[in-house]
Nanobody
Framework: QVRLVESGGGLVQAGGSLSLSCVASGSIIFRMTTIHWYRQSPGNQRELVATINRTRDTDYADSVKGRFTISRDNAKNTAYLQMNGLKPEDTAVYYC????????WGRGTQVTVSS
């Protein structure tokens, strides 16, 4: 069993920054996994925001390229999402996700960007 816990969300003004963390615990070899950050706002489908694989290759949604940075610290079983230049449309619950024999999701952390 694997547990994912996100943190770091909050309320920020447009143009501000937040840094999200996702800590994995349980029976997992974290360095072998690909980590995804998703987000979901009310009335919308869950959207893939950023991905980092085990060789630290990264990929981003067009809407966040140049503003968000995904990273990982395998020694801490932790993935991060640094979010700069935040916009009101970035407001959502942010979830981390990985696959280790099955899909695992955290409970999410709320990010609210005021205009």
């Amino acid at each position: 069993q694997v547990r994912l816990v996100e943190s770091g969300g909050g309320l920020v003004q447009a143009g501000g920054s937040l840094s999200l963390s996702c800590v994995a615990s349980g029976s997992i070899i974290f360095r072998m996994t690909t980590i995804h950050w998703y987000r979901q706002s009310p009335g919308n489908q869950r959207e893939l925001v950023a991905t980092i694989n085990r060789t630290r290759d990264t990929d981003y949604a067009d809407s966040v390229k140049g503003r968000f940075t995904i990273s990982r610290d395998n020694a801490k079983n932790t993935a991060y999402l640094q979010m700069n230049g935040l916009k009101p449309e970035d407001t959502a619950v942010y979830y981390c996700n990985l696959y280790w024999y099955r899909d695992y999701w955290g409970r999410g952390t709320q990010v609210t960007v005021s205009s």
